[in-house]
């Protein structure tokens, strides 16, 4: 469990409460979360939340390691039309096994 709040205090009163409720222990600052890294700048007050090793596993899984980042993924001016979806059942089916969407 992570408890954010405002002030060290807020935080002692929320642990206090669960700790009277449950048994705990208590791990320290969390450092990372379902594979995102956690970085807690309290003297900035800052709380940033990076995947870095999620999108580098993406990146090596569809071979991208060499790919030259873009705004857009598209080329400029490009048309698209219906005429270039998949048509037939065959087609379709075969596209469903594509991960366009995890790439993206």
Known sequence: MIIAAKTSEDIREVKDALKN?????ELGPAKSILGMEIDHDMTAGTLKI?????????????????????????AAGLKL???QSPGTDAEQNAMRSKPYRSLI
């Open 21 to 25: 409720a449950f048994k705990m222990k």
């Open 50 to 74: 990076k995947q870095t090793r999620y999108i580098d596993d993406v990146v090596e899984r569809f071979g991208q390691e060499n790919a030259k980042p873009v705004d857009n993924p598209c």
């Open 81 to 83: 039309s219906k005429t």
